[in-house]
């Protein structure tokens, strides 16, 4: 019964897998870009050094970035952007623009450049975060829908027709409580669902939908106790029918 859960919790290992990845490639490319020398901004007309820099430096740090943060295993699928793209993605288009267009890289772009990735792998560092929590939402959800079966199967001991109508009530009221249970683990879930939404306010769609697009339900969790709910309360029918047919 938790096979779609299962599911999911194998959707969020790989994402976080794929996060921590491009976390660690900003961590590299930012020690890459720390070790570029940088060429100072002349203040006036240059006695024997050429006046218009080479860009080798500039083209030092888009080589750092290609061999970095472009070159996590799940780039091409993921992405698939020229450098400037992907420049421009993560760091705006000022930033980026330089970086292609520019000139030389003088101290003051080099902690630009330093600063947008820092902010670029604080990005990574709290949606790493927010895998985790999902990702222990699912393993209790998991939990209590095994839990919940179990008490679910041990429903069906006995036919309806051996049991006395104390039974049938007993039996009914029971169902009724595990319909209960349903709802409480439903209600902890959309809290959850609401809490990733207030966590990721940038993020243009909504996490379960980006997460489990290649399952069978984006609300993975919610499906399960769906189907959940719809057993007990076709169960709870059958009990009423049997107790009004013998009251």
Known sequence: MTALIDAALDAVADERAAVQAEYEAFATFDRRVADCSTVSASTGPPLVADPRPSGKSLERVRTAYAETVMSVPHYEAEYDETVA???????????????????????????????????????????????????????????????????????????????????????????????????????????????????????????????????????????TLADLGDTLEQAGRRVERILASTA
């Open 85 to 223: 793209e992907s420049l421009a993605a993560e760091f705006g288009d000022d930033i980026a623009a330089a970086l292609v267009g520019g000139t030389a890289l003088t101290p003051e772009f080099r902690e630009a450049v330093r600063a947008a990735t820092d902010a670029a792998r604080r990005e990574r560092a709290e949606f790493l975060d927010v895998l985790d929590r999902e990702s222990a939402s699912l393993s209790t959800a998991a939990d209590d829908v095994a839990d919940l079966r179990a008490d679910m199967d041990a429903l069906d001991d006995r036919p309806l027709s051996a049991r006395s109508f104390d039974d049938l009530y007993d039996l009914w009221t029971r169902v009724e409580e595990l319909e209960r249970r349903v709802d409480g683990i439903a209600f902890r879930r959309q809290e959850t669902i609401r809490g990733h939404r207030n966590d990721l306010p940038g993020v243009p769609t909504d996490l379960c939908e980006y997460l489990y697009a290649g399952l069978s339900a984006s609300y993975p969790v919610l499906a």
